[in-house]
Antibody, heavy 115, light 106 residues
Framework: QVHLVESGGGVVQPGRSLRLSCVGS????????FNWVRQAPGKGLEWVTF????????EYADSVKGRFSISRDNSNNTLYLQIKTLRTEDTAVYYC????????WGQGTLVTVSS | DIQMTQSPSSLSASVGDRVTITCRAS??????LAWYQQKPGKAPKLLVH???ILESGVPSRFSGSGSETEFTLTISSLQTEDFATYYC????????FGPGTRVEIK
């Protein structure tokens, strides 16, 4: 059964950096593109970024361009989201999700940006 | 970029009502459309993918239809556990979400 597990969230001060991870299992990780999606408290689902299966194509939402960086390590079945210069408005649950015929999501990791 | 809209943004309905939510894409997306249900504090739950394929374990009162630019999610007989927020999603590689439809108890 496809499984995605995010980690790396927590309480972080504004201006600091954070790296989120997402480990996939029970499928061939390198065959799929992935997305990060976030949801701020009481808000809707917001697409953040996408990476293609081989990592050659990356796209970002305008709201995070320049501060967020997506990457992947296919040898370790791991997806990353590097976040720089965190802002209070980055407070959200961050989900990784597989782009495929049927989308699969992790359960999310909470990032709280607060001093 | 493709934009997704949903209507209505919220609705009030009674148990047993038939409910229809519409999702429109700004350009043709074929059948790359999914529907999710989300309850407070929980992760989104996939109900339908490829516009009309019901996820295993989802009650048959839920159904999805449509293609290209117009899609619908129908709940044939609303149950208490169906009161939630529903999102449509275009998901061919990069994702795009609709703003959500909140289904409330009348």
């Amino acid at each position: 059964q496809v499984h995605l597990v995010e980690s790396g969230g927590g309480v972080v001060q504004p201006g600091r950096s954070l790296r989120l991870s997402c480990v996939g299992s029970a499928f061939t990780f390198s065959n799929y593109g992935f997305n990060w999606v976030r949801q701020a408290p009481g808000k809707g689902l917001e697409w953040v970024t996408f990476i293609s299966s081989d990592g050659s194509n990356k796209e970002y939402a305008d709201s995070v361009k320049g501060r967020f960086s997506i990457s992947r390590d296919n040898s370790n079945n791991t997806l990353y989201l590097q976040i720089k210069t965190l802002r209070t408005e980055d407070t959200a649950v961050y989900y990784c999700a597989r782009a495929s015929f049927r989308p699969y999501w992790g359960q999310g990791t909470l990032v709280t940006v607060s001093s | 970029d493709i934009q997704m809209t949903q209507s209505p943004s919220s609705l009030s309905a009674s148990v047993g009502d038939r409910v229809t939510i519409t999702c429109r894409a700004s350009q043709s997306i074929g059948s790359w459309l999914a529907w999710y249900q989300q309850k407070p504090g929980k992760a989104p739950k996939l109900l339908v993918h490829r516009a009309s394929i019901l996820e295993s374990g989802v009650p048959s009162r839920f159904s999805g239809s449509g293609s290209e630019t117009e899609f619908t999610l129908t709940i044939s007989s609303l149950q208490t556990e169906d009161f939630a927020t529903y999102y449509c999603q275009h998901y061919n590689n990069k994702f795009t979400f609709g703003p959500g439809t909140r289904v409330e108890i009348k």
